[in-house]
Structures are given as C-alpha cells and as structure tokens.
C-alpha cells in the first residue's frame, strides 16, 4: 500500500512557475515509477512527466523544455517544477505510484493559469 499526497498547486499567470511536491508513505526507492498526470473536466487523464526508479524520465510533448520532475530520496517526495505556464496547462494534476504490479494516486492538487 502506497499513500501519496500532492501539495503545491494554485493559481498562477501565464509564464509563472509553479512546483508540486508528492510526498509518498514509502521510500520511493522501492517504487517502479513515478509520475504525475492531469486532468480537465470531460477529459481523459493524460501522463505529464514521469520518472522510474533509474531515474529514466519522460514528457509529454507539450511540456518539454518547460517541465522537470525529480526526486528526494531523503524526504520520499517527488516534484514536479512547471515553468512557462500557459493556460491550457490548467487542469487538476495527480500524483501516481506503481508498486508491485499496483497503481496508486493521490488527491489530486488544482493548477489554474490565468491568461
């Protein structure tokens, strides 16, 4: 069992930064990969950025060069640094955890980019 919590969204003017934190119930050193998808009213939750446990990570095209997740081994916690921002980077934005052969996701954090 995985227990995540995100933390670390708001409201921000487009070319504003923000950064989420994910902080895990375990090292997430024992966890297969990491990442954070959002998600907009009437559509289907799509990946953002995601990172596995060696430290592979991956974007969704949109936020490349704009997007950097990392990690805190120390505080079990994963980050997500959004720069750029841009109003159609609004949505609600979700931690997720693989842990054998289990998925498991957070609360969700809101993300609005005023333009």
């Known amino acids: 069992q995985v227990q995540l919590v995100e933390s670390g969204g708001g409201l921000v003017q487009a070319g504003g930064s923000l950064r989420l934190s994910c902080a895990a119930s375990r090292s997430i050193r024992s966890l297969n990969i990491m990442g954070w998808y959002r998600q907009v009213p009437g559509k289907q939750r799509e990946l953002v950025a995601s990172?596995?446990?060696?430290?592979?990570?991956n974007y969704e095209g949109s936020v490349k060069g704009r997007f950097t997740i990392d990690r805190d081994y120390a505080r079990d916690t994963v980050y997500l640094q959004m720069n750029s921002l841009q109003p159609e980077d609004t949505a609600v934005y979700y931690c997720?955890?693989?842990?054998?052969?289990?998925?498991?996701w957070g609360q969700g954090t809101q993300v609005t980019v005023s333009s």
């Open positions: 990172i596995t446990s060696g430290g592979n990570t």
């Open positions: 997720n955890a693989r842990f054998r052969y289990n998925s498991y």
